[in-house]
């Protein structure tokens, strides 16, 4: 029997590269969806075939996809580093290995950070659009050096954002429940002990942690009423971090300097999504991981990953332990 792959990540199949030729010279048949997909896709397309293995990104794996493709499925490989969207627990529970790609995208993602940063301090998206409607004119926009960047979660990702702040004379303070002393001290990041501490003195907060229980809807109008006014937030993680209705309506109210986001809480968005409307929120359809160079780190990884485990080999990365 020809083992065969659900492959759904759209990077993956839309950019070239030696990624797909690893796929085709293992022999397997590659079934194609185009995600994010929703459980009830999901449960449609393993009621269809039976896979031996998944090459995923932000889909709804939850248990009862993966109950519903046992017994055959043996691996399920993340394009990718988050897994909030993957029911680890029941992988688990049900014995299926879940490999990941840790990094392989933090340059790209943190270069993405700084340029929505740029985008927002200099007004960049509203000149653009004036100079192509034949509209000469200059806006007065703010300079980086200087300023107090707060950077939420120092992982990989949160780290390269750090270096990028130096280079511009950025003040850099951080927020991490693990800290590297190390790091901080040769790059002078400063640490506050609380989230709190960080929003009140920043000019610049961005968001680079996990998606918990515990940090869904981290931005918030609570934290929002503590932040400098003009303070700009970005959100390159998750759009569940933050809630965007209190952010819409601080932008409309010009409490917040700006929103740059890559992410939002549901993807594709509504067409009513409350910051559509809203001045000074620079939007990106989640592509801060997506440059020819990261995606062949990624899908290369995600199909080694996947190769290997199929072939009783230890993945590059496995997340749970099985």
């Given at each position: 029997?020809?083992?065969?792959?659900?492959?759904?990540?759209?990077?993956?199949?839309?950019?070239?590269?030696?990624?797909?030729?690893?796929?085709?010279?293992?022999?397997?048949?590659?079934?194609?969806?185009?995600?994010?997909?929703?459980?009830?896709?999901?449960?449609?397309?393993?009621?269809?075939?039976?896979?031996?293995?998944?090459?995923?990104?932000?889909?709804?794996?939850?248990?009862?996809?993966?109950?519903?493709?046992?017994?055959?499925?043996?691996?399920?490989?993340?394009?990718?580093?988050?897994?909030?969207?993957?029911?680890?627990?029941?992988?688990?529970?049900?014995?299926?290995?879940?490999?990941?790609?840790?990094?392989?995208?933090?340059?790209?993602?943190?270069?993405?950070?700084?340029?929505?940063?740029?985008?927002?301090?200099?007004?960049?998206?509203?000149?653009?659009?004036?100079?192509?409607?034949?509209?000469?004119?200059?806006?007065?926009?703010?300079?980086?050096?200087?300023?107090?960047?707060?950077?939420?979660?120092?992982?990989?990702?949160?780290?390269?954002?750090?270096?990028?702040?130096?280079?511009?004379?950025?003040?850099?303070?951080?927020?991490?429940?693990?800290?590297?002393?190390?790091?901080?001290?040769?790059?002078?990041?400063?640490?506050?002990?609380?989230?709190?501490?960080?929003?009140?003195?920043?000019?610049?907060?961005?968001?680079?942690?996990?998606?918990?229980?515990?940090?869904?809807?981290?931005?918030?109008?609570?934290?929002?009423?503590?932040?400098?006014?003009?303070?700009?937030?970005?959100?390159?993680?998750?759009?569940?971090?933050?809630?965007?209705?209190?952010?819409?309506?601080?932008?409309?109210?010009?409490?917040?300097?700006?929103?740059?986001?890559?992410?939002?809480?549901?993807?594709?968005?509504?067409?009513?999504?409350?910051?559509?409307?809203?001045?000074?929120?620079?939007?990106?359809?989640?592509?801060?991981?997506?440059?020819?160079?990261?995606?062949?780190?990624?899908?290369?990884?995600?199909?080694?990953?996947?190769?290997?485990?199929?072939?009783?080999?230890?993945?590059?990365?496995?997340?749970?332990k099985v």
């Amino acid at each position: 029997m020809k083992t065969r792959i659900l492959l759904t990540t759209t990077s993956f199949q839309d950019t070239p590269g030696e990624h797909h030729a690893m796929l085709e010279r293992a022999g397997f048949e590659v079934v194609r969806d185009r995600g994010p997909l929703p459980e009830a896709r999901m449960l449609d397309l393993v009621a269809q075939g039976d896979f031996d293995g998944w090459i995923i990104g932000d889909d709804a794996i939850t248990r009862a996809v993966i109950e519903k493709s046992l017994p055959r499925l043996k691996v399920i490989s993340k394009y990718g580093i988050g897994l909030d969207k993957v029911d680890l627990k029941a992988a688990t529970e049900l014995k299926v290995p879940v490999c990941f790609c840790p990094g392989v995208n933090h340059t790209t993602v943190a270069e993405h950070t700084f340029g929505l940063l740029l985008a927002l301090s200099r007004d960049l998206v509203s000149a653009c659009n004036l100079v192509r409607r034949g509209e000469w004119k200059r806006a007065t926009g703010h300079e980086l050096m200087g300023k107090t960047l707060a950077v939420l979660g120092m992982g990989r990702i949160g780290k390269e954002v750090a270096l990028r702040a130096r280079a511009f004379s950025m003040h850099v303070i951080g927020f991490d429940q693990y800290w590297d002393f190390d790091f901080a001290r040769h790059f002078g990041v400063a640490r506050v002990e609380t989230v709190d501490e960080a929003i009140q003195h920043a000019d610049v907060i961005t968001l680079h942690m996990n998606l918990s229980p515990e940090t869904k809807n981290l931005i918030n109008a609570r934290r929002i009423a503590k932040m400098k006014k003009d303070a700009i937030i970005l959100n390159t993680a998750r759009g569940e971090l933050v809630d965007s209705a209190a952010i819409a309506k601080a932008l409309q109210e010009k409490r917040l300097g700006g929103y740059g986001a890559d992410v939002l809480e549901q993807e594709p968005p509504p067409k009513d999504h409350p910051l559509f409307g809203c001045p000074n929120a620079v939007l990106t359809p989640h592509i801060g991981s997506r440059t020819y160079e990261s995606v062949a780190r990624q899908a290369g990884m995600a199909a080694q990953n996947l190769i290997r485990a199929l072939n009783g080999q230890p993945a590059l990365a496995q997340a749970n332990k099985v």
